[in-house]
């Protein structure tokens, strides 16, 4: 069975990818929506911003945060005066790393869903009495559903291999920020521990199939739903 | 009556379209032309997907655009049930929740209404089906219960025939004329087929480089002189209109009369003094300058040559020839144009080797 030490690491992890890619849906559909529509001066500057973290290395991301979220940064200032948020050293700074580094292969997921949607049948739900609004929840979004679990599928399994941004931020803290790839790190820093990280390195490849056989499923069924055939 | 008024101008590249017309309730009309006319730009300004430069649409006398007035009603607030060419479903909802779409976001479910565009369109057994399981004649047929039942005010038809086989086009047809007459509501069918507009339609309105040319009844029309060049692969055939007179039940054949012309068909089934469209294919008419004996063709006209166009490339020669007030044209091979010295103003025999019924 797991040790304590283990299942905390292996909760922390799921519990910090699940809240990253939530999170991101919303503005990720919204994102994805205008870099696909729009071919604007500001819609191609966004586009690449958005792509970004896919390259630049980790801890450039996680150095970035730490400026940015620290109680002088600007937004660590904003949340600390305001709101009274800290997101130094606590699993919201893991949550946002992993956020942030899994955000691009969320967009670029969903807005090939976009690209190849054909807009033509929005027009025939223009012409049955539905406003913009309303026809992008009842015919837009159903027919890209399958991009987005797509997308949601390749960024919660972004967010559990988040190694190098989480641990420049906010540190490698058991119990707070020290999730799988993390306590896998601790564990070969230090020798005689062998045995303890090689159960740390099969769960997380159990954890990494699970859910990307899950997410394969669903969209198996969403791509079914749609046009008949599973692929 | 209500009426429907359809003006605009519009430049797309360098396509000018430049469209005016008037349109009576209750009736099916039909907008022809070539490819590239500027047909199906006409419907798209009607339902308000492309803007014009200016002009005025009104439908049911309600102006849905006025560039005078600054009047652009968006397009889910026209009220106009649109079939496109190609089948544009919901697709991941099944065929009833398709049908129910625009019902739901402009009247009350009307049951009564919904049962009978079923049974019309003919679909009760495929209502639980996902569409993209559909057949693409059944995909049309709910694609026109869709627009009916978004309560339009007027149903536009573009080009809904495109990739059906024959005798769905048929099936598909004689619904539209159905509708027509059960649900009362006016029906713009666009089409570059002579065929299905003779078939369905009481006025035409022909478009050429996106201007009006011709527009009137199917038998004021038929006459236009480039109507023949409209239909399907090229062929050319002349329309001419007449009335039976007489029931032959010996011979199982029918005699119309075309301006005092007289030719015998094989039996039609309607009755005798009833006006019919007769449909000749160029290739059909053959040219004798003397009257041929022991032959099996029926129909030996005596008739003028009015116009000769020598097409060179194909070798070919064009021979317009008058039967009463109407024309017809024949088409012979430059050899045969040679060989029997035809002129303008000379006096021939056309034996006609068949002719087809396409409409009253």
């Known amino acids: 069975m797991l040790s304590a030490l283990e299942l905390e690491a292996l909760k922390l992890s799921a519990f910090i990818a699940i809240i990253a890619v939530s999170a991101s849906i919303i503005p990720g559909i919204i994102i994805a929506w205008i870099i696909s529509k729009k071919n604007g001066f500001l819609a191609s500057i966004l586009n690449i911003l958005v792509y970004l973290p896919l390259v630049l290395p980790p801890v450039v991301i996680g150095y970035l945060l730490l400026l940015l979220f620290s109680h002088n940064g600007v937004i660590g200032n904003f949340l600390y005066e305001n709101f009274n948020i800290s997101v130094n050293f606590s699993w919201k700074g893991a949550a946002i790393a992993a956020a942030v580094v899994s955000f691009p292969l969320l967009v670029r997921s969903i807005k090939l869903g976009f690209d190849t949607f054909d807009s033509k049948i929005e027009e025939a739900a223009y012409m049955n009495g539905a406003s913009k609004i309303d026809c992008f929840f009842s015919i837009t979004l159903p027919q890209v559903l399958p991009s987005i679990i797509t997308g949601l599928t390749l960024a919660f399994a972004r967010c559990l291999a988040e190694f190098g941004a989480t641990i420049t931020f906010v540190s490698n803290i058991p119990g707070e920020t020290q999730t799988l790839p993390l306590a896998l790190y601790t564990a070969t820093q230090i020798p005689g521990t062998d045995q303890a990280a090689l159960r740390l390195v099969l769960i997380s490849i159990a954890l990494a199939f699970i859910s990307v056989a899950i997410a394969e499923i669903l969209a198996k069924r969403a791509n079914k739903r749609i046009m008949g055939n599973p692929n | ?360």
Do not use: W
């Open chain 2, 1 to 360: 009556m209500y009426q429907n008024h359809i003006k605009f101008e519009l430049t797309q590249g360098n396509f000018n379209s430049n469209i005016d017309f008037n349109l009576s309730s209750d009736k099916i009309i039909a907008i022809t032309g070539l490819s590239g006319s500027g047909k199906s730009t006409i419907a798209k300004v009607i339902c308000g997907l492309i803007s014009p430069n200016k002009g005025l649409i009104k439908i049911n006398d309600k102006i849905l655009y006025c560039s005078n007035s600054g009047i652009n009603i968006a397009p889910n607030l026209r009220k106009i049930g649109m079939v496109f060419q190609e089948q544009r479903l919901f697709s991941h909802m099944t065929v009833l929740n398709n049908l129910l779409y625009g019902q739901r976001r402009n009247a009350k479910l009307n049951h009564k209404k919904l049962e009978k565009i079923i049974e019309i369109l003919g679909i009760k057994n495929i209502l639980e089906r996902k569409t993209y399981n559909l057949s693409g004649g059944e995909a049309q047929r709910v694609s026109i219960g869709r627009a009916l039942l978004s309560e339009p005010k007027i149903l536009i038809l573009d080009e809904p025939l495109t990739g059906l086989d024959t005798p769905r086009q048929n099936k598909i047809l004689s619904i539209i004329k159905d509708i027509n007459k059960k649900i009362k509501i006016p029906i713009l069918f666009i089409s570059h087929s002579l065929d299905e507009i003779i078939f369905i339609a009481e006025k035409i309105i022909i478009i050429e480089k996106g201007k009006v040319v011709a527009q009137g009844p199917i038998d004021e029309i038929i006459s236009y002189k480039k109507l023949s060049y409209f239909n399907k692969g090229n062929k050319k055939s002349s329309l001419i209109k007449g009335v039976i007179i007489e029931h032959d039940k010996e011979y199982l054949s029918s005699t119309i009369n075309i301006d005092g012309v007289l030719m015998t068909l094989k039996r039609i089934n309607d009755k005798i003094g009833s006006n019919q469209i007769l449909k000749i294919f160029s290739k059909d008419i053959s040219i004798a300058t003397e009257i041929p004996t022991n032959i099996s063709i029926n129909n030996i006209l005596e008739t003028k040559i009015k116009k000769i166009k020598i097409e060179k490339q194909k070798g070919s020669v064009d021979l317009t020839l008058s039967i009463g007030k109407q024309q017809i044209t024949s088409e012979v091979t430059f050899r045969s144009y040679k060989k029997l010295k035809l002129n303008i103003g000379l006096q021939v025999y056309a034996l006609i080797k068949a002719v087809s019924i396409v409409g009253k």
